[in-house]
T-cell receptor, first 112, second 109 residues
C-alpha cells in the first residue's frame, strides 16, 4: 500500500539555523499539506498546496516558513531561522481527492 | 470559529468492555467528520469518515447534527485498540483538517 514518506524522522538543530523537512507524497496525489503538533497539544494546520501554489495557510505559517515541490515528487517545508517554539512533530499529508488526507509518520524537530 | 472538542484526554477500559470516545464540533454548516487513529510510533491513519457510514475494526461513529457530535463507539474493546484517537473536522473539501486534542484509549486485560 503506498504511503507518505517523511525524512528525517528526527532533526536536531540550533536556534537560528535553517531546516528543510522532506516529504514524498503518494505518487498520484494532487493536494499536499503540512501540519505540526507541539508536544501535548493538538495537531495544527500549517499550509496546503495544490497546482504548484499555496492554496491555504494558517497564521502559524509566517514569513519564516516556505514550501516547495521542487521536482514533482518531493514536497518540502523550510523553516528559515528556527526558534525554540518551532520544536514539534511535523506531519506531511497528501490527498488524491479533496477529502481524504493520508499522513506521513512525521519528523520530530528539536530546536536547541 | 470552527472547533473540535474531545473532552477526555485518557480513557481506560478493560478488554471486552464497551468504548465510547466523545467528539463534539462547532460549525454551523454541513461538515465532514473523520476519526484518525495513531498506534504507538506509527502514523496517523484514517479510521472512519461519517460519509462512509461503515464499521472499521468494529468501530462505528454516527454524526448527530442536533448535538453536533461524532462519538466513536465499539461494543467490545480489544487490547490492540489501545492508541491515540483524533476526531477531525473538514469544513470544505480541499481545506485544512481541524483536529481535536485527541484521546488516548488504553485497553487492559
Amino acid at each position: 500500500e503506498p504511503e507518505v514518506t517523511q525524512t528525517p524522522s528526527h532533526q536536531v538543530t540550533q536556534m537560528g539555523q535553517e531546516v528543510i523537512l522532506r516529504c514524498v507524497p503518494i505518487s498520484n496525489h494532487l493536494y499536499f499539506y503540512w501540519y505540526r503538533q507541539i508536544l501535548g497539544q493538538k495537531v495544527e494546520f500549517l499550509v496546503s498546496f495544490y497546482n504548484n501554489e499555496i492554496s491555504e495557510k494558517s497564521e502559524i505559517f509566517d514569513d519564516q516558513f516556505s514550501v516547495e515541490r521542487p521536482d514533482g515528487s518531493n514536497f518540502t517545508l523550510k523553516i528559515r531561522s528556527t526558534k525554540l517554539e518551532d520544536s514539534a512533530m511535523y506531519f506531511c499529508a497528501s490527498a488524491l481527492a479533496k477529502n481524504i488526507q493520508y499522513f506521513g509518520a512525521g519528523t520530530r524537530l528539536s530546536v536547541l | 470559529a470552527q472547533r473540535v472538542t474531545q473532552p477526555e484526554k485518557l480513557l481506560s477500559v478493560f478488554k471486552g468492555a464497551p468504548v465510547e470516545l466523545k467528539c463534539n464540533y462547532s460549525y454551523s454548516g454541513s461538515p465532514e467528520l473523520f476519526w484518525y487513529v495513531q498506534y504507538s510510533r506509527q502514523r496517523l491513519q484514517l479510521l472512519l469518515r461519517h460519509i462512509s457510514r461503515e464499521s472499521i475494526k468494529g468501530f462505528t461513529a454516527d454524526l448527530n447534527k442536533g448535538e453536533t457530535s461524532f462519538h466513536l463507539k465499539k461494543p467490545f474493546a480489544q487490547e490492540e485498540d489501545s492508541a491515540m484517537y483524533y476526531c477531525a473536522l473538514l469544513v470544505q473539501a480541499g481545506t485544512a483538517l481541524i483536529f481535536g486534542k485527541g484521546t488516548t484509549l488504553s485497553v487492559s486485560s
